[in-house]
């Protein structure tokens, strides 16, 4: 079957299964019309920003990560977890099951070239004690403890880094609490050795918490770019680190 048939019929399929409704119908069209469909990666992408948003850049709702921007190697990576069910996700793992690793790579490489504004930054509630300790688990880490800074593998400004870590600021902090509870609980895994699992458990809770308010309350600017690909070795063995 045709690719593209195969996206337009699991798309709808999974909007009917996530929403519980029938999907609506569209008005008829007048008689002899024909609606143009430019087939091109934007419209076939559209599945996609109904829940990330115009272009990916995210949405309000606090489940949802921004993907514009996004290393081409960890939306493959991810989009291969979802399809093998390293990661768990009703939609996506629906979505993913029967592409193949080519469209996969070109849904990747789609939204990894868009370069959109990052939303301001926004209050995030913290403590003077809180907001310390989140700066130092970032940008220090807890060595003593085998934690290393998150910027050591996401980039000094927390941007991402090529070829397959990806920037975690303005990430929804309800996604990023979930995405560390899924690692801790094993309903996330990743390509062994599995670092984040490593981290995440090594993280108490209110870390887990203080960590993602901090992140997603802060901002970048526009044109800001993941980190080019280091020759210096990651400071933990992590499997998802190549692409």
């Not at 048939?5 to 999974?14: D, G, Q, T, Y």
């Not at 419209?43 to 290393?71: D, L, N, S």
């Not at 399809?83 to 099951?97: D, F, S, V």
Request: positive net charge; charged residues 20%; hydrophobic residues 40%.
């Amino acid at each position: 079957m045709n690719m593209k048939l195969v996206f337009s019929l699991l798309f709808a399929a999974s909007l009917s299964a996530v929403t519980g409704l029938a999907p609506a119908q569209a008005p008829p069209a007048p008689s002899g019309a024909t609606a143009a469909i430019h087939d091109t990666m934007a419209q076939r992408m559209q599945a996609c920003v109904m829940c990330h948003g115009k272009e990916g850049r995210a949405t309000q709702a606090g489940y949802f990560p921004r993907i514009a921007g996004k290393p081409e190697g960890y939306l493959f990576n991810q989009l291969k977890n979802f399809r093998e069910g390293r990661r768990r996700n009703q939609a996506m793992n629906h979505l993913t099951q029967h592409m193949s690793d080519d469209f996969l790579r070109d849904i990747a490489r789609y939204f990894s070239a868009l370069d959109l504004p990052y939303p301001p930054a926004s209050a995030h509630g913290l403590s003077a004690r809180q907001q310390r300790t989140a700066e130092q688990l970032v940008f220090k880490g807890a060595p003593e403890r085998q934690l290393p800074a998150c910027a050591s593998c996401h980039g000094s400004r927390m941007a991402g880094r090529s070829p397959a870590m990806p920037g975690l600021l303005t990430l929804p902090a309800d996604y990023l609490i979930a995405q560390l509870g899924a690692w801790r609980t094993g309903l996330r895994a990743a390509s062994v050795p599995d670092c984040m699992a490593d981290v995440a458990k090594r993280l108490t809770h209110e870390e887990v918490s203080v960590v993602a308010r901090w992140l997603s309350a802060q901002s970048l600017p526009t044109g800001t770019k993941p980190e080019v690909a280091s020759a210096q070795p990651l400071p933990i063995r992590c499997g998802s680190g190549n692409e």
